[in-house]
């Protein structure tokens, strides 16, 4: 509704965000492997906007974000944005992104084989293990079959990080958390 207003808002959280990332990879760029930000882009059914309003809006700053922690460190920046993102991926890579987490499976288009076939080449994945019935309501048997398939659609060739999508709540049984991490050591 007010276009000059979410200009100068974003303007100014990326300014922020830009001088909080100098001055920390300043004192320890050096020292890290990986560097995240984040910013949620996606509902469970859909990215929060069209593409083409992502690109003329928002891509700017996020390119902005990722091009001064690239310049201060030789870290990887993940990017963190749950739901389907599916659509705005490619703009993702081509703004310097190298990682993304969650890898939410459970969301429209986020199937990590087409994800992997996709985008392997040029992004990292991080997640994909299923927090939203998987991991609460399945059986130990259903979280391996879970992990097994990640394993086998994202880590071919590198580039995934086994986790689960999100963190971990107090409803999911402890023979679950067991049996993904033990099916990850196995594989």
């Known amino acids: 509704l007010d276009p000059a207003m ?4 974003m303007e100014h959280c990326t300014g922020v965000s830009v001088g909080i990332a100098e001055f920390i990879l300043e004192e320890v760029g050096d020292y890290i492997d990986v ?6 882009l996606g509902f469970q059914d859909r990215s929060y906007m069209r ?3 992502y ?9 902005r974000l990722v091009e001064a922690i690239k310049s201060k460190t030789r870290a990887k920046v993940l990017m963190h944005s749950d739901g389907s993102v599916y659509s705005i991926i490619p703009d993702l890579i081509d703004i310097g992104v190298d990682a993304l987490n969650p890898v939410q499976v459970s969301a429209k288009d986020m199937d990590s084989h087409r ?13 994909g293990i299923d ?6 309501v399945g059986t130990p048997e259903d979280v391996r079959n879970e992990v097994m398939t990640r394993i086998r659609d994202l880590a ?17 049984p402890p023979e679950n958390v067991v049996a993904m991490f033990d099916t990850a050591l196995e594989y």
């Open 6 to 9: 979410a200009e100068a808002l």
């Open 35 to 40: 560097a995240l930000f984040q910013d949620d």
């Open 51 to 53: 593409p083409e309003l």
């Open 55 to 63: 690109r003329e809006k928002v891509k700017p700053y996020h390119r």
């Open 115 to 127: 994800l992997k076939a996709e985008f392997g080449e040029h992004l990292s994945f991080w997640g």
């Open 131 to 136: 927090t939203h019935e998987v991991l609460p």
């Open 156 to 172: 071919p060739g590198g580039g995934y990080i086994l986790a689960s999508v999100h963190n971990i709540l107090e409803e999911v």
